[in-house]
């Protein structure tokens, strides 16, 4: 059975594999990682079983929208894609800085108007709006450490920074031969 760690323990852990995965960084010609999600629909039921490296994630829509309700609609998938992308930087920085951090919980907040959505106003938004995200922490951290350390997060946040600085996204339809 592993050892069960507190926070404080795993973000010693996490320091060391940050600096050794750094130093891999430096040592290496630049070479972005490819990302990839794939999803298959699945027929007569409409849900989208999405495939991340050998990981599954089930994505549905709730009755009105002619789902089952069996897993998070995408616009939820967003928001927590964004949450557990600024929870996991939040632990990197925490880990570099030996924050004395025992506890840490990310919250990311939307709407949506489906009205946009689903043709029914031109008026109406979209994408999800009013998205916010808050953090709380226990620890033996200070207010300017953390202030210091969202304002890096802000900085650093991969999928923070895609949702506020949007990247072109290159579309292509294409037919499957049977």
Known sequence: MAPI???REFLARKRQALAAFRARLHTQPPTPVPLRAAVTVAAGTGLRPVKVREHTVLSDSGPALGGYDLGPNAPELLLAAMASCIAHSALAIA???DLAL?????????Q?????????S?????APTNLRYT???RGEVS???????????????PVLLAVLQPQSLHGQVERVNE
């Open 5 to 7: 760690w507190g926070l």
């Open 95 to 97: 880990a570099d800085r």
């Open 102 to 110: 025992d506890d840490l919980q990310v919250e990311v907040t939307g």
């Open 112 to 120: 949506i108007d489906y009205r946009g959505a689903m043709a029914v």
């Open 122 to 126: 031109a008026d109406a938004p979209i």
């Open 135 to 137: 953090i709380r922490y």
């Open 143 to 157: 207010d300017n450490e953390m202030a210091a350390l969202q304002a890096d997060l802000e900085r650093l946040c």
